[in-house]
């Protein structure tokens, strides 16, 4: 998931979206080596930043907010 926020910096994104990414590839980055509460906590945080981002303006950018998504849910649902 990390790796998928990362990836969305080097591109060219509109700002708002940019800062929610920015926060959330932050967030996710606390989440690594983690205890579960901690990483259950972090990428219910990254939910919900990414839940502010529609579009882009990139569709590379888009994909990888797409793929995090799934990841955060994936994550999530795994920790319930």
Known sequence: MHGHLEATASLPIATRPSQYLGEAEAVVGDA??????????????????????????????DEHV??????TDEILSKLE
């Open 32 to 61: 690594r080596n983690a205890p579960e509460s901690v990483v259950e906590k972090r990428v219910s945080q990254a939910e919900e930043l990414l839940s502010h981002v529609e579009e882009t303006g990139s569709d590379e950018a």
């Open 66 to 71: 797409e793929q995090a998504r799934e990841l």
